[in-house]
């Protein structure tokens, strides 16, 4: 098949959401199946329409792929990346490439923002690393403040959803809940904490992904994000797990050089194509943007003891915009 997308991880979260952005293009109709999980193996999904098996990982499958894309778990995204055909397109939304020394951080969506940007890709044939996603959602709201009314600084709280650490996250929440609920005891393979009920501002220490390593690169990405002409200053970041299965939310404060109304905020990100929930509406949050493109502000008003400051209230769907990210890639070289 031409132009084939070997989408790896074709069930998982990530997967999903993958598919379901990529069936409102005919992108849908070009895209393969494979495993990134045992289990996986020889499912059935529903796909464009029609029917799809979920095929085994194997260096055939990927041969004759235009594309591939990551997003599954990192051994099965690492063994699909030593197996990548020369002068294929790999899409890495999962981080494993991002040490490969050809690597490139990619992120359309605040691409668009300033075409010069990014270099001439025409010699770049390593993989394209997808930027976190909240690195992404920070970077859309700071850039388009900072052009239209100089940010001098920020702080940002960011608030992460158990969907980021796959079905394997959003399960564990799930059983903990119903766990205590009924007073058994709460698996914690994930977490090694109770996240259940709770809000964590350190995971346990055999968890799979410590917190400051995810926020770490939160920061990294967001510093390459924010590099332009005239860049907005890296704010001060920090990360905390939620008790919520899906969405970001971030609590952001920032200083400008001549701080602007709220009114002034809110009609400067609408025209910018931003869903702003103004004066009157109730704020957004992670529920409501669910399968929702873009990003999300509200609760936008003056810091009462500093005159120069806003606070506002950012939410985004995770997946969503690292699934739209992939799909402004694949269409790129399709």
């Known amino acids: 098949m031409a132009n084939t997308i070997a989408l790896v991880g074709g069930d998982t979260l990530l997967g999903r959401e993958i598919r379901e952005v990529f069936n409102e293009s005919s992108l849908g109709r070009q895209l393969k199946l494979v495993a990134g999980e045992e289990e996986e193996t020889g499912k059935v999904v529903a796909i464009d329409g029609g029917l799809s098996i979920v095929s085994e990982l194997k ?19 690492k063994k699909a990346l030593a197996m990548r055909p020369n002068g294929r397109l ?15 951080l990619r992120a359309p969506l605040v691409e668009d923002l300033d075409p010069e940007w990014l270099a001439d890709q025409s010699e770049f ?7 976190h996603p909240a690195a992404v959602a920070i970077a859309l709201l700071l850039r388009r403040l900072h052009r239209a009314f100089g940010v001098a600084s920020s702080v940002i709280q960011v608030f992460e959803p158990a969907s980021e650490r796959g079905k394997p996250g959003v399960d564990e929440l799930q059983a903990q809940t119903v766990s205590l609920l009924s007073f058994q005891e709460m698996p914690k393979k994930i977490f ?3 996240l259940s009920f709770n809000m964590l501002a350190a995971l346990g220490d055999d968890a799979a992904s410590p917190l400051h390593v995810i926020e770490e690169r939160i920061e990294r990405h967001l510093a390459t994000l924010l590099n332009s002409e005239d860049p907005a200053p890296m704010p001060s970041l ?9 969405g970001y939310s971030a609590s952001v404060w920032v200083s400008f050089e001549e701080a602007p109304s709220a009114q002034e905020i809110e009609e400067t990100l609408s025209e910018a194509g931003i869903d702003v929930r103004g004066a009157g509406l109730e704020p957004p949050n992670n529920a409501g943007i669910a399968g929702q493109s873009g990003i999300s502000v509200g609760a936008i008003a003056a ?32």
Do not use: C, K, Y
């Open 59 to 77: 260096e055939d499958d990927l041969e004759d792929a235009e594309v591939v894309i990551l997003a599954s778990g990192a051994e099965a995204s």
């Open 90 to 104: 790999v899409i890495d939304l999962t981080g494993v490439a991002e040490d490969e020394p050809d690597s490139r």
């Open 125 to 131: 044939n390593g993989p394209a690393v997808v930027a």
């Open 192 to 194: 090694d904490s109770q």
């Open 238 to 246: 920090r990360l905390v797990q939620s008790p919520v299965f899906h």
């Open 303 to 334: 810091d009462r003891n500093n005159s120069s400051a806003v606070w506002m209230w950012l939410v985004a769907d995770n997946l969503r915009l690292t699934a739209e990210n992939a799909a402004r890639l694949a269409m790129e070289v399709l």
